[in-house]
Structure formats: structure tokens, C-alpha cells
């Protein structure tokens, strides 16, 4: 199996690359994360969650079409996960980024010790 954040960095693809600061490398992780914990629920759970958090962030986006682009990232990291590792069913519960020189990072992730039952 590989490394939680090799997996990470194969399904964040072009997201993680583009972090311009340590706080932004970090905001990217999460997403990475919590995507890829909704991509662990069954189908129909999944749109769900998804709807509802997309639903949740309406107040903090800046227009609809920020909005829609968080929805269209969601789906395309819940998609990679699905076809590069879909028997890998573990919560990612930590998911960090350190930085160890001007825009170079080292990601630590950390899979809960249980497999999602969802």
C-alpha cells in the first residue's frame, strides 16, 4: 500500500501544486481530506453530504460560479480517489503540511485505525 499522503497527492493533483503559502497548502489538504472521507459513504450518502456541505459554505463563497468550481473540485478529487484506489476504505483524519523551505512542503497524513462503514 502506499503512503496516506502519496495517495493524497495523486488524487489532489494540480490543487496541492498550486499553494502559494503554508496556510494555502494546508486549506488544500483539507479539501484532499474531506473529499476523500465523502467518497467512503455509499453512493446516495455521498451526494448527500456533498449537497449539504456545498450548501453550507453559500454564505462564505464570493459567487455562485466560486461556488459551482468547489462543487466541480469536490467531485473530481471524489472521482480520482474512486478509480485509483477504490478498495482503500480508511477515514483520513489528520492531513498536514510542513514547510521546509519557501514553497516546498512535506505532507503528513495519518488513516484512522478502522475501515469507513458506511
Partial sequence: MHKVSEMMIAVGGD?????GSI???Q?????????????????????AKLKRFIESQKPY???KEDLLGLEWEYRRIIK???????????????????ETGKD??????????EKADH
Fill in 15 to 19: 490543487l496541492l501544486k498550486q499553494a
Fill in 23 to 25: 496556510e494555502e497548502m
Fill in 27 to 47: 486549506a488544500h489538504l483539507e479539501m484532499v481530506r474531506h473529499a476523500w472521507n465523502i467518497s467512503l459513504y455509499s453512493e446516495k450518502k455521498k451526494k
Fill in 61 to 63: 463563497a464570493p459567487s
Fill in 80 to 98: 480520482q480517489k474512486e478509480k485509483l484506489y477504490p478498495s482503500v476504505k480508511n477515514k483520513i483524519v489528520v492531513a498536514e503540511a510542513v
Fill in 104 to 113: 516546498d512542503y512535506i505532507i503528513r497524513a495519518y488513516f484512522t485505525g
